[in-house]
């Protein structure tokens, strides 16, 4: 299956932009996405899989190769799924060859039971930055010209005059730079339209 076949998309995964993920688009389509998260200890994949009830051989081909990829570079692989397991223990009318599962009974407002858990990983936080081609010029200018005034004669006749006026000009423009250029956040590559 190709990604984003013609048809229903049956999986997806939402993450916040403050994590460090990239889609992998080898490993996803209409019934499988997943992506690379990074963390203080590594990589980890994460994946959302659904299985349609009439496919004979779960997990799909793109499922099994993710799964190799996974074992093949020791990167470790979390998978969530809606496999169309059914069983009586959690509601079903009949139980099928897929029904061996642990799940939660809480109820989850769904036709669907959940299964929860946990990662207890360190994630990398995207960290804001500021672009300099985005500072307004004028008025990181103005803002300095009210704020310095020109040395005055002989006040910088040693090192330790110059080094202190050399510190203060520093933090105004420091300052100046921050009031005047945007924090911005590292944008995902994006798939390219070819």
Known sequence: MDLLEPGKVRSCILAKKSINAFFLSRYSNNDNAAISVESKEGNFILTS???PYEEEN?????VRELVDYSTVNG???V???DANAHHTQWG?????KRGDWRVSPEESFSDHFRI?????RNLIDIKPYRNPTRTNWTKYTNWLKERIDPPRENTLSNTSAIDTTVQN????????FEKHCPLSRCT??????W
């Open 169 to 176: 000009l520093t933090s105004k423009m420091k300052t100046s």
């Open 92 to 96: 079903g009318n009949d139980i099928n």
């Open 188 to 193: 995902r590559p994006t798939n390219p339209s």
């Open 49 to 51: 899989t659904y299985m």
């Open 79 to 81: 998978m969530g799924c």
């Open 58 to 62: 779960p997990p799909s081909k793109t």
């Open 75 to 77: 990167t470790p692989l």
């Open 116 to 120: 929860l858990f946990t990662l207890d």
